[in-house]
Structures are given as structure tokens and as C-alpha cells.
């Protein structure tokens, strides 16, 4: 098992990362937990799966379980959803002293997490991610949110889990594409902070050697997470990194009604769209954009811009999160492969570093 310490002024937890953890996740809260309720918030697809061997864990460690199921995808993380929640948490007659348990992708975290965080004010809540993008990114580091119709994650909080159980055997459900999905954001780690991500990638020859190699990918990835949370927990600073290729993959997302780009195809589109401008301009060591384009393409990425009405881009670029206010964006940049900084970007200038005057 390997265990990362996420230290931080408030809150300390830990993320186990362990095959076959799940099957063992009641046990592991017993001695912390005993005679708490617990609710499962999953989504449809997850709850197939895995849902009965979470249950069995828990009940046979002696706690009252109920569950709560959603429809798979971004759509679902609505105020309109979050409202069903709080329906069934106060039909269960969950207290402040139980605890919500999210089991599943990107998008149940998000949602099941700030339901934790504003239900009673805030109750206890694990995280078990059962998708690559949420076991190496999402699940890590408190961020939780839900969508409004102006963007993507206007609405949320930093609300930490008391614990993160990994289990890289539920990564073999995943379909080919959102497999590549989740891909997506290894490759952002490699490309912002550690290349030897990228040669491990460059390496391997299909999807059985990524996932035979897995649990020493999110390993690297969620301590580089760690890192950049524990200095930045509020998101001002060094942490934006993170947010590598998102300013137009969020957009891209929305333009598309979260329909024909999965999130981590998006950002995939982001990263090339900035990293092809920025070595046109000097700020990018040459080669980087070639060697990005080949690595995406290798994991099943879209690498392209798609046609796209450039002015609702930049309306939905100008409410992005990252924005610091006085038309100033915090945009991702590389300086080199494995090396990325901030750099402060007018709005009336965004469309220039995005490639948006390409486009109509």
C-alpha cells in the first residue's frame, strides 16, 4: 500500500492507494466511525459495479448504510441534482455526526462533496474514485462544486474528505474512451511539473502496460497534488498550475453542452491550443507543442481546435474561476516540457494565447 500525508493548517488526512482496497474500506473506518450512518452517493453505472462490494464492506462492519444514485455525467452536477440529495440525506435522517461516502468519477466527488459541505453546515465525507481523472486529480485537495448554467464549477467550496481510498482495480471497467479521458490529465502532470511522467507514458505500449503501472502513476501525480495543495490550499498561488489547458477546456465544454467533449478531451484541447501559441511566441522552449500533440495522440486525445463561435468562448473565458478580477486572466503557461508558470493575461488579450483569433 502506499499512503500520502495531505498536511494542511485545518485538516490532515491520508490517500491509500491499494488494489483491492475497496473490499476492505469498512474495516478501515471502523475503529473511527463505529455506529455512524453512512450514505453512498454514486452514479448509475458505478453503482452496477461496485456499489454491493462497498455495501458488504460497510455492513459487515457494522454500519447503517443507504445510497443514493445519479445519472452518470456532467449534466448531473446541477443545483437541481444537489437539491435531490439533500431530499434523500434528510429522508435518511442523516446528523452531522454520520458521513457521506462518494463513490465514483470527477463529477459524483464534486457533487457528493459539497453536499458534505453544506448539508448541517457540513458533515464528514470520504472519497473512493473509481475514474483515473478522479483518482490522480478531482479526489484530492477539497475542491468541490456544481455547474451553473453561465460555467462550469461557479458554485463551490474547498471542503476536504477525511480520507481518499484508491483502488486502481476498478480502472479495468473503464471504457477505451474514458480511459484516454483520465489520460488526459496524467499528461498535464507531466507536462507541468515531473517529465518522467511523460517518458513512463512514451514508454508503455498499450493500455494493459498503463494499467499494470498504474498505482505508481497516481502515486506521482497525487503527490504532486499534495505538493501544491499544501502550499496553496485557497487556489492563489503556485496551485493554479493545476489548472493547465482548463481556462478553454471548461469553455470548449460548455460551448458543447458538456455533449461531445468529455472533460479531459477538452483540456486536452486546451493544452495544445495555449502551448502551440506560446511557442510561436518565445514564451514555450521549442519542441514542446510537437512532442504534446504526439503524446495526446498516442492516449486516443483530440489535439485540434474545433470550429466554435469565438465570442461565447471568450464570454465564458471571462467568468472563468481563474479570473484575479480587473480583466486580468491566470493562464497556464509552459516554459518547458515539465516546467509551467503563471501568467497574467488581459481579457481583451486571451483570444491571441488561446488561438480564438483563428477561429470566427
Known amino acids: 500500500m502506499n499512503i500520502i500525508d ?5 485538516k490532515c488526512y491520508k490517500i491509500y492507494i491499494e488494489r483491492g482496497i475497496l473490499k476492505y474500506v469498512g474495516e478501515k473506518l471502523k475503529s473511527s466511525y463505529e455506529g455512524r450512518s ?3 452517493i454514486t452514479d448509475y453505472n458505478v453503482e452496477k459495479l461496485y456499489l454491493d462490494i462497498l455495501r458488504e464492506s460497510l455492513l459487515n462492519a457494522g454500519f447503517k448504510v443507504n445510497s443514493i444514485s445519479i445519472p452518470p455525467g456532467e449534466k448531473s452536477k446541477t443545483l437541481e441534482m444537489l437539491k435531490k440529495v439533500y431530499e434523500n440525506l434528510c429522508k435518511f435522517n442523516i446528523r452531522r455526526s454520520d458521513i457521506i461516502i462518494s463513490l465514483g468519477g470527477g463529477v459524483v466527488g464534486d457533487l457528493a462533496g459539497f453536499a458534505a459541505a453544506t448539508y448541517l453546515r457540513g458533515i464528514r465525507y470520504i472519497q473512493i474514485p473509481t475514474s483515473i481523472l478522479a483518482q490522480v486529480d478531482s479526489s484530492v485537495g477539497g475542491k468541490v462544486a456544481v455547474d451553473l448554467p453561465w460555467g462550469k464549477n461557479l458554485v463551490g467550496n474547498f471542503y476536504h474528505p477525511d480520507a481518499v481510498f484508491i483502488d486502481p482495480e476498478v480502472l479495468s471497467s473503464l471504457n477505451d474512451r474514458f480511459f ?5 490529465e496524467v499528461i498535464k502532470y507531466g507536462f507541468i511539473k515531473d517529465r518522467s511522467i511523460l517518458d513512463d507514458l512514451d514508454s508503455y505500449s498499450n493500455r494493459k502496460d498503463v494499467l499494470n503501472n498504474i498505482d505508481n502513476i497516481i502515486y506521482k501525480c497525487c503527490s504532486i497534488k499534495r505538493e501544491l495543495v499544501e502550499k496553496d490550499e485557497r487556489d492563489l498561488g503556485d496551485r493554479m498550475m493545476l489548472n493547465f489547458g482548463h481556462t478553454l477546456g471548461h469553455a470548449v465544454e460548455k460551448y458543447y453542452n458538456y455533449e461531445r467533449y468529455s472533460h479531459g478531451e477538452a483540456v486536452a484541447i486546451g493544452m495544445t491550443a495555449v502551448t502551440g501559441r506560446t511557442e510561436e511566441m518565445g514564451i514555450t522552449k521549442r519542441g514542446a507543442y510537437d512532442y504534446m500533440k504526439y503524446i495526446l495522440d498516442k ?7 474545433p470550429d466554435l463561435n469565438r465570442k461565447e468562448i471568450i464570454d465564458s473565458v471571462a467568468l ?3 479570473s484575479s478580477g480587473k480583466d486580468i486572466l491566470n493562464l497556464i503557461v509552459l516554459e518547458e516540457v515539465g516546467k509551467a508558470k503563471i501568467m497574467k493575461v488581459k481579457i481583451s488579450q486571451v483570444q491571441h494565447f488561446l488561438f480564438l483569433d483563428k477561429i470566427k
Do not use: A, Q, W
Not at 6 to 10: A, P, W, Y
Not at 180 to 184: F, I, L, R, T, V
Open 6 to 10: 495531505i498536511n494542511l493548517r485545518e
Open 320 to 322: 472563468d474561476k481563474k
Open 180 to 184: 484516454s479521458d483520465g489520460m488526459s
Open 38 to 40: 453512512i450514505v453512498v
Open 299 to 305: 492516449y486516443g486525445l483530440p489535439t485540434c481546435m
